[in-house]
C-alpha cells in the first residue's frame, strides 16, 4: 500500500499538469469534469467486474485481471505526447519550489487552505464512515461495500455536467459551493439515524453526495491548471498532491484517536463542518477573483505569483 501510494504521488500530479497542454486552457474545467466521469463509471464497473470474477473463478484470477488492466494503462500511456518538456527542477528542490510558488500567490495561499481542511475532512470520512454503517446505521459489510459504491453515481452525473452545461462555471464556485454542499449534505446523513435508518433513504443520499465530489475534484485542479504556468504546473500539483495525502493521513489518526473520547456523533458533525469552513473560505478568499473574472469573462486569469 505504501508502494502503491508512492506511485500515484508520481502518476496524478503528472496527469493534472498534461491536461491544459492536451486540451487547452479554455478547455481545463469540462476535462477535468470528464475525467471525473471517467472514474465514477471506473469504480462502478470495477467493483461489479471485480464480484462477478471473484464469485466465478476466485481471488487469484481478479488479481490477474487487475495486473493485466494496469499493464494495458501502460501501454496506452507508451506513445509521446505532442508536449514541450519544460526541463522543471527535479527531487526536493522541485517540491521547495512549489512551497514557494504557493506562497507567492494569494489564490494559491487560499486554495492551499481550503485543500487542508478538505483532506482533514476526507481522512476522518475514511475512518468514520465505516463506524456510521457498522454503528448507528445499523448494517454490515455488505452496506459498507454498497453505500460507498453507489457515490460513483453521483459523481458520474456531476462528471457528465461540468463537461458539458456547467463547463464554464467558476472554478472556484465549483470549488467553494462544492464543498459547502458537500458538508450540508454530510450533517444531513450523519443525523439521519435520529429520523430513520432505512437503507434506501441512504442509499438515495450516498448517490446525491458523490456529484459535489467530483464538483469540487474538478474545480480544484482546474484553479491550479490556470493559476499556474506550465513551466509550474508540475511542481506545485505534486506540493498539492503531497500536502492532501499528509492532510488525509492527519485525519485518520485525529478520527481514530478521538473516537471513543468525545463520541461518534461530535466527530460526524465537526467532519461537516470542515468541508462547510472549507468552502467559505474559497468563497470568501476569492471574492476578489470571482468578482474579476465575472466582470471581464472573456479574459483567461493570468498565470502570475502576484
Partial sequence: MMAQSALASLFEPARNALVPSLVGDDRVTAA?????????VAR????SLGGLVLGFAGLGWVVAGYLALLVLAGVLLVPRFAVRSRGQVAGWSGWLDGLTDIRRSPVLRVTA????????????????FVVFVTGPLGGGEAEVGLLRGVQAIGGFAAGVAVATIARR?????????????????????????????????????????????????AGLFSLLQQEVGPDRLGRVSSTFFAGMAA??????????????????????DGQAALY???????????????????????????????
Fill in 44 to 47: 462502478l464497473a470495477g467493483s
Fill in 247 to 268: 492532510c488525509q493521513a492527519l485525519g485518520m489518526l485525529v478520527a481514530g484517536a478521538l473516537a471513543g473520547r468525545i463520541g461518534l456523533p461530535a466527530l460526524l
Fill in 113 to 128: 487552505a481550503t485543500t487542508v481542511l478538505m483532506s482533514v475532512a476526507q481522512g476522518m470520512f475514511l475512518v468514520l
Fill in 276 to 306: 462547510v469552513a472549507a468552502g467559505l473560505v474559497t468563497m470568501l478568499g476569492l471574492r476578489r477573483r470571482i468578482a474579476t473574472v465575472e466582470v471581464c469573462p472573456a479574459s483567461t486569469p493570468p498565470a502570475t505569483s502576484t
Fill in 169 to 217: 462555471v467558476l472554478p472556484a464556485h465549483l470549488l467553494g459551493w462544492g464543498t459547502i454542499v458537500l458538508g450540508l449534505l454530510s450533517v444531513v446523513i450523519w443525523n439521519g439515524p435520529a429520523v430513520t435508518t432505512i437503507l434506501a433513504v441512504y442509499i438515495g443520499l450516498f448517490i446525491v453526495v458523490g456529484a459535489p465530489g467530483v464538483a469540487t475534484g
Fill in 32 to 40: 477535468n469534469g470528464l475525467m471525473g466521469m471517467n472514474s465514477s
